[in-house]
T-cell receptor, first 109, second 114 residues
C-alpha cells in the first residue's frame, strides 16, 4: 500500500534552523513535493525533488533519498512568518499525489 | 492576479440539500482537481480532470460529481449533502496531470452540513 508520515507538530525559535522529516512507502514514484499552508489559506508550492540529493532555494532546502523513502525540508534563519503547516506529498506511478497530514510548525520569539 | 477562484468561500447547508461549489481558473491549465481537507488527515482527492471533456474518480468520490465542459471551469456538486461532507474543499489546477508541475490552489470553500 501507500503511506506517508510526517510529525504532527514542531516548535522552533526565531532565527534558528528546523528540519521537517517525511517518510513514505509507495509502489511507484514520480517525485516528492513540499507545500506550505498558512492557517485558513491555500497550500502554496515550495519544492519538488525527483532525484536524490539536496535542492536549495533561498532559506528553504529539500532533500530526497529514494532508496530510504525519506525526504526532509530544512528551513534556515526562521522568521515568524514561517509559522505554518508544511505538507509533504509524493506522486505515485499513476501520477496521483499522496499527501501527508502536514506538520504544524510553531515559531517562538 | 491570475489564478483560481472558488465560490462560495463558506456555506452552511442542511443535510439532504444539493450544493455546487464553483471553481474557475484563468491559467489555461489542462488538469484540475478537487480535494477535501479534514483535520488530522492529508488532502484527499475527490475527482480530477486531465483535460476539458474528461473526468476521473479520486480517492473519495462517493457523494460527489464533477463536470468539465470547458478548460476554465470545474464545478463540484454534492447531490444530497450529509454531515460527513463537512470539510474544507480546495480546487487546484496544474499544466498537466502527468508532470512535475506544481499545483495551484484556490482559497478554499468551507462547507458545513448540519
Amino acid at each position: 500500500g501507500q503511506n506517508i508520515d510526517q510529525p504532527t507538530e514542531m516548535t522552533a525559535t526565531e532565527g534558528a534552523i528546523v528540519q521537517i522529516n517525511c517518510t513514505y512507502q509507495t509502489s511507484g514514484f514520480n517525485g516528492l513535493f513540499w507545500y506550505q499552508q498558512h492557517a485558513g489559506e491555500a497550500p502554496t508550492f515550495l519544492s519538488y525533488n525527483v532525484l536524490d540529493g539536496l535542492e536549495e532555494k533561498g532559506r528553504f532546502s529539500s532533500f530526497l533519498s529514494r532508496s530510504k523513502g525519506y525526504s526532509y525540508l530544512l528551513l534556515k534563519e526562521l522568521q515568524m512568518k514561517d509559522s505554518a503547516s508544511y505538507l509533504c506529498a509524493h506522486m505515485d506511478s499513476n501520477y496521483q499525489l499522496i499527501w501527508g497530514a502536514g506538520t504544524k510548525l510553531i515559531i517562538k520569539p | 492576479i491570475a489564478g483560481i477562484t472558488q465560490a462560495p468561500t463558506s456555506q452552511i447547508l442542511a443535510a439532504g440539500r444539493r450544493m455546487t461549489l464553483r471553481c474557475t481558473q484563468d491559467m489555461r491549465h489542462n488538469a484540475m482537481y478537487w480535494y477535501r481537507q479534514d483535520l488530522g488527515l492529508g488532502l484527499r482527492l475527490i475527482h480530477y480532470s486531465n483535460t476539458a471533456g474528461t473526468t476521473g474518480k479520486g480517492e473519495v468520490p462517493d457523494g460527489y460529481s464533477v463536470s468539465r465542459a470547458n478548460t476554465d471551469d470545474f464545478p463540484l456538486t454534492l447531490a444530497s449533502a450529509v454531515p460527513s461532507q463537512t470539510s474544507v474543499y480546495f480546487c487546484a489546477s496544474s499544466e498537466s496531470r502527468d508532470s512535475s508541475g506544481e499545483l495551484f490552489f484556490g482559497e478554499g470553500s468551507r462547507l458545513t452540513v448540519l
